[in-house]
């Protein structure tokens, strides 16, 4: 167990609907940062948030969307969805501001867009 | 660029050893590492080494480093059938980032 929860743990949708994945990160864990991992594009990187704060963001679509709230916790949300955004959907979490430690995964949460 | 490749698959007889090998881009790099996700899992960090080191031994894991040819190798000594997983080697982009290559699954038969 990382210690990072993520819920719900299995989502299935119908394409054009907006969702939204929660992530509760490490106790004393300041920063979050989400990944999708698909069969075809593997493990990429989305955004990272840091006590609050977006600190980087990789290939994030316009329609997805994040934040981290005063208690840490994080949301990502997804909207208009397409068949393409079925994937898994990991946050990470780590003490620091900088991705040079070690990121504790959490289990991800299953997204099925029919 | 941010492409880490590694090849998909590995096939290993049980006791012998595994060299999972992967490729990365960015020459500025920091760190550079071995993440294990097992079936229904998340990532686990496995291994690091920082970007000056030639090598890094963890009991039956060791990391090879090539800075020049920007090769990452991980060897995993003594194969068990619980090193069953998929192995990702990433790479830190800047300070922010880490970029994953797609993952190496490992199949250990008996």
């Known amino acids: 167990d990382s210690g990072v929860t993520q819920t719900p743990k299995h989502l299935i949708t119908a394409t054009g609907q907006r969702v939204t994945l929660r992530c509760s990160p490490r106790s004393g864990d300041l920063s979050v940062y989400w990944y999708q991992q698909s069969l075809d594009q593997g493990l990429q990187f989305l955004i990272q948030?840091?006590?609050?704060?977006?600190?980087a963001k990789g290939n994030i679509l316009e329609r997805f969307s994040a934040q981290q709230f005063p208690d840490l916790h994080s949301e990502l949300n997804l909207s208009s969805l397409e068949l393409g955004d079925s994937a898994l959907y990991f946050c990470?979490?780590?003490?620091?501001?900088?991705?040079?430690?070690?990121?504790?995964f959490g289990e991800g949460s299953r997204l099925t867009v029919l | 660029g941010e492409d880490v490749e590694q090849s998909l698959f590995l096939s290993v007889r049980e006791g012998d050893s595994s060299v999972i090998n992967c490729t990365y881009t960015d020459s500025s790099s920091t760190y550079l590492y071995w993440y294990k996700q097992e079936p229904g899992a998340g990532l686990q960090l496995l291994t690091y080494i920082f970007s000056n080191m030639d090598m890094k031994q963890d009991q039956r894991l060791t990391v090879l480093l090539n800075k020049k040819d920007k090769h990452l190798s991980l060897r995993i000594a003594d194969t068990q059938t619980g090193d069953s997983a998929i192995y990702f080697c990433a790479e830190s982009i800047g300070d922010y980032k880490l970029s994953f290559g797609a993952g190496t699954t490992v199949t250990v038969r008996a």
């Open positions: 990470a979490s780590s003490v620091a501001d900088r991705a040079t430690g070690e990121l504790f």
């Open positions: 948030y840091y006590n609050g704060e977006e600190r």
